[in-house]
Each structure stands twice: as structure tokens, then as C-alpha cells.
């Protein structure tokens, strides 16, 4: 061999070698490559590794779904309306009228923050203290002005207009003034001159009466009666306590039932709460006879008058039908009279 030909033998041999190394680096790196993306040995391309362009790509960060929630969020369970009426039972007066408020959605659903409210309970008389169950139980009045205070109200007055004594008299005898002072309110004496000749639309007989002004012109008016005996009307009860804010109340006595409808039509009651923790069963509406007076402990509360005053009837063994007033009171849309149809919240205690 010359010694050109051993030049070239020599260049030949490193050429080939330096291709051979060429190529087992590429198949190695190609190999790696491939397995970095899972895909089987037997698939291996001696040319480059190329993405499927069928196949996209993302770059967003996908965060995994945790294997035991739901991928969907479930829609919220409805939210249930409040009770037509709710009943507490066999607690202290102040309980029983916090229950029964809460269940019909809390005083905030009747008086709204600066809110000018008045109620009204049976302060008819100046005779007897709230044992008598002439007039209404002075906790149940204080609680109720210390809820409506604590839903925002501006101002809370509470009044009435005795037919038995005078009202200065009747506030302190009956032990109300006491608890409305101390649960932040005021007790406002109903003077004749500020009682309005007021036009009653909606009436049907009753057309106008003489209203006590405060009482129109009040944001909220909580009804707040007892559940007692009445020679006249059989009972006295939500829709026969407002004749307390008139003026000419011996001429409401004919066509009782259909006036105090009336009556309804121009003072709406936002809230009715009826006291029967003591109840007057006979000699109403003045009493004077612990021993016609039962101990119920019962408290009912409901926005709808005619409701309210149809289940208090029942306390008493009487049918809603059987009053003039609950019949008109229908019969005109202020409310429902049909207990079976109502939705009633029984809350007992003890």
C-alpha cells in the first residue's frame, strides 16, 4: 500500500466512525425524548421526535378534582315562606313572644330601621292589675317594644284610650307603664284634640271616624290584645281592640261586626300579637273576678288580623264563623278565617 493510499485509508476510517458516533447520539437523544413522553420503544424513529399536530396544545395549568366532590355545585335547597300564624306555648311571656315573632321571620320583616311604630294594647280600664286579665299582659307589651327598638325603630310609643278611669291611671295600675319605660319606649296619653275626622274608603257602613292622629301617622302598628270575654261582641280580641284609637266608640256597637271590619280597612295592623297568657272567660270586657280568669299561657302572632283573632276564638271553644266581625273581615279580604288551610307554627315550651 503507498503512502498515499494509507492517507486515505486513514481519512475513510474516521469519516465513518465520526458518522456512526453521529448517529448513535441522535438515536440515543431521540430515544430519551421519547420515553420522557411514554411512548413505547418499538415506535422509535431514527429521525427528530416531532409533535401530532392533531393534537393540542394547552399551557394552562389544570388543577386536579378532588375524586370524592361533585364536579358540579348543587343549587341551594328553596328557602321556606314564614307560617301564616305561630302559636307559643307553656313559656314566660317574654320567651313565648320572641318565638313566636322569630317564626314568622323576626321583627325586622314588620319595622324597618327608623321606623315610627306605635302599639296598641287593651288598657281599657284603671281598675284592676293584669291578674284581672282585663287588660294585656304588661311583659308581653315590654317585649314587644324592646323587639320592635331592637329591629331599629326610632321611636316606640304605646297607648290606649280607657273607657274605665283615666288613661294615667290605667297605665300604672295595669302594670304596663313600668315595662314599656324599661324596655326603652313611651306611653303617650290620647288627648281628645288630636283624635282626626278621617275618611274610611274602604268601608261599607263605617265610612269615616274620628282617628287618633299618632295612629295615621305611624310607620307600624303592632296590635297587642288580650283574649278575653266580651258581653257584646263574645270576645275582645285584634279587630275589636282598635277601637281603642277612636274617638266615638258607643257608635261602632251597631253593626259591630261590619264596622270594625271597616275599621280594618283604614288602621292596618302590621302585626298582630294576641296575649292569652292569662284569659278573661266571662264578665268582659272589665272583669274583676279571679275566678273567671284561666291561666293559658298561650301567645299567638300573625301579620293577617282575621287569622289571628279566628285561632283565639278557638281557645275559647268558639268557632271562627261565629263572630260578625271575623265573617266580615273575610268576606272583605283582610285576612283568612279557614284554620284548615293555614299554615300554623306550634312552638312549645316546658
Given amino acids: 500500500m503507498t503512502e498515499l493510499s494509507r492517507k ?14 453521529s448517529l448513535y447520539l441522535a438515536g440515543c437523544l431521540n430515544q430519551d425524548k421519547l420515553l420522557s413522553r411514554s411512548i413505547s420503544p418499538d415506535k422509535i424513529s431514527p429521525t427528530p421526535f416531532l409533535p401530532d399536530p392533531t393534537e393540542p396544545v394547552s399551557t394552562a395549568t389544570v388543577e386536579p378534582t378532588p375524586t370524592n366532590q361533585p364536579t358540579e355545585t348543587p343549587a341551594p335547597s328553596p328557602t321556606l315562606a314564614p307560617p301564616d300564624l305561630a302559636v307559643a306555648r307553656n313559656g314566660k311571656p317574654e320567651e313565648m313572644v320572641r318565638a313566636a315573632v322569630k317564626a314568622l321571620g323576626g321583627m325586622g320583616r314588620f319595622v324597618k330601621p327608623g321606623d315610627q311604630v306605635i302599639v296598641k294594647p287593651n288598657i281599657c280600664v ?27 325603630a326610632k321611636s316606640v310609643k304605646v297607648m290606649d284610650y280607657p273607657f274605665a278611669g283615666t288613661a294615667k291611671q290605667a297605665y300604672q295600675i295595669s302594670g304596663i307603664q313600668a315595662e314599656v319605660q324599661k324596655a326603652g319606649g313611651k306611653m303617650v296619653v290620647m288627648s281628645g284634640i288630636k283624635f282626626v275626622q278621617t275618611d274610611i274608603p274602604g268601608g261599607k257602613d263605617l265610612k269615616s271616624a274620628r282617628i287618633f292622629d299618632d295612629v295615621l301617622r305611624a310607620d307600624v302598628l303592632i296590635n297587642v290584645p288580650i ?16 277601637m281603642g284609637v277612636i274617638y266615638d266608640r258607643p257608635y261602632m256597637h251597631a253593626k259591630l261586626g261590619q264596622r270594625l271590619a271597616d275599621l280594618s280597612t283604614r288602621v292596618r295592623s302590621h302585626l298582630v ?20 280568669v284561666k291561666k293559658a299561657d298561650t ?6 288580623i282575621v287569622a289571628a283573632d279566628s285561632y283565639a ?16 273581615g273575610a268576606q272583605m279580604g283582610l285576612g283568612t278565617k279557614d284554620l284548615n288551610n293555614m299554615r300554623i307554627e306550634v312552638i312549645p315550651f316546658g
Avoid: C
Fill in 227 to 242: 283574649a278575653k270575654n266580651h258581653g257584646l261582641a263574645l270576645l275582645t280580641l285584634a279587630m275589636k281592640n282598635l
Fill in 273 to 292: 300579637i294576641v296575649d292569652a297568657v292569662r284569659m278573661l272567660m266571662a264578665k268582659g270586657p272589665s272583669g274583676g273576678d279571679l275566678g273567671d
Fill in 8 to 21: 486515505n485509508f486513514l481519512r475513510f476510517l474516521a469519516a465513518s466512525l465520526s458518522s456512526l458516533g
Fill in 299 to 304: 301567645i299567638i302572632a300573625s301579620p293577617d
Fill in 126 to 152: 284603671a281598675y284592676h292589675s293584669y291578674e284581672y286579665a282585663a287588660t294585656t299582659n304588661p311583659w308581653v307589651v315590654g317585649t314587644v317594644v324592646k323587639l320592635a327598638l331592637e329591629a331599629g
Fill in 313 to 328: 276564638a278557638t281557645l275559647f271553644g268558639y268557632r271562627p264563623d261565629q263572630f260578625g266581625y271575623i265573617n266580615k
